[in-house]
């Protein structure tokens, strides 16, 4: 039976580990999870802001913030809706 052969006409190879290799440490490891799990979350937030964003209907509330003066940017708009909205549900 043939193996299969890599683009090029190159013969796969199997990557063998290197025997003197460090391994990662049980901390290293875990931090390198927690960072990793910290970017999805983060990206994860990006596309949630984004889609919620990009709905005409904000973006025209937005807009019409904007035009008043009321706000210097969409960032402050944002914040300053949901601080009123945490205020007034507040018990």
Known sequence: MRRPRAMGGEKMRKAVPEP????LSVDDAERDVASLSAALEQRRAERRAYEILSRPH?????????STGACRSEDEAIERALNTMVTALAP
């Not at 003197?20 to 391994?23: D, I, M, P, R, V």
Request: charged fraction near 25%; glycine fraction near 0%; proline fraction near 0%.
């Open 20 to 23: 003197n290799a460090e391994l």
């Open 58 to 66: 904000i973006r025209e509330m937005l807009s019409t913030v904007l």
